[in-house]
């Protein structure tokens, strides 16, 4: 087994246990609860801490950058005290990473811009409807790639060049040659409900199952995907409410 195959393998039952957490949400809905049919939309914004694994290895320090877009949510039902939603985002993120180059003094980034798109099984704890609500978010996403542009500074020269850890160089010459990413994200956060809408705080992963470069037999990387720590606030505000059930969700 090459080491494409051997990473796929790996990423692939990564995904399938992860997947299985995801549908639990679904499990629950099969039971009996109290029926909701609530609908939210709004706006997300924040920042990521990204990283690509490479193999061959590079150094990094995290690639910090933006992501802003679009949320929707649709509640379904409360289950034993737990919101059960689906939720869809339509992301504009600056993906990329940065090297921490200690042999000379050369400096190098790669910003790379997607448009992210993950659906999310969300559990919700707390207060529906005025109060505080802690949750968990956990599902695949999918991405397309914009754009991407690199920096460089220092000497940056064959010498300098000549001085990385193994001589790995073949990525400053290379353009992103998959287009399409995907991957897996979950996270957590807290949702203050009021009469004006919802208003939240999260922090997340995201876990690349997909590569940047090609990972062939003949390719330089066996591996090039990325991670990241997204931090982030949402602002919601419904469209259509269910009316309260009882006392208790105030």
Same mark, same amino acid.
């Given at each position: ?90 992301? +504009?993120?600056?993906?990329?990473? #940065?090297?921490?180059?200690?042999? %000379?003094?050369? /400096?190098?980034?790669? @910003?790379? $811009?997607? =448009? ?28 397309? +790639?914009?754009?991407?542009?690199? #920096?460089?500074?220092?000497?940056? %020269?064959?010498? /300098?060049?000549?001085? @990385?850890? $193994?001589? =790995? ?40 199952? %997909? ?40």
């Amino acid at each position: 087994m090459n080491r494409a195959m051997r990473h796929t393998s790996t990423r692939t039952k990564l995904a399938a246990a992860i997947l299985l957490l995801s549908l639990l949400p679904v499990a629950a809905r099969a039971q009996v609860g109290e029926y909701r049919n609530d609908f939210a939309i709004g706006v997300n914004g924040g920042v990521l801490f990204n990283k690509v694994s490479f193999d061959p290895t590079i150094k990094q320090n995290f690639y910090m950058g933006k992501t802003m877009g679009i949320t929707l949510r649709y509640t379904s039902e409360r289950y034993f005290g737990m919101c059960c939603a689906i939720q869809a985002e339509v992301n +504009y993120a600056q993906m990329g990473w #940065k090297e921490l180059i200690e042999t %000379s003094t050369d /400096t190098y980034e790669r @910003r790379v $811009n997607y =448009v992210q798109v993950p659906l999310l099984a969300r559990l919700g704890f707390g207060k529906e409807y005025r109060g505080v609500m802690g949750y968990l978010v956990l599902g695949p996403q999918i991405a397309f +790639y914009i754009s991407d542009k690199d #920096k460089r500074g220092g000497d940056w %020269s064959s010498y /300098t060049l000549s001085l @990385r850890p $193994n001589n =790995v160089t073949e990525q400053y010459d290379l353009s992103i040659q998959k287009k399409f990413e995907y991957g897996l994200t979950g996270g957590a956060g807290m949702e203050v409900n009021t009469k004006v809408g919802h208003f939240m705080i999260e922090g997340r992963y995201y876990f690349g199952l %997909s590569d940047m470069f090609n990972n062939g037999k003949a390719d330089y990387f066996a591996r090039s995907a990325s991670g990241a720590i997204i931090a982030k606030v949402t602002y919601l505000f419904d469209l259509i409410k269910t009316k309260r059930q009882s006392a208790e969700d105030l």
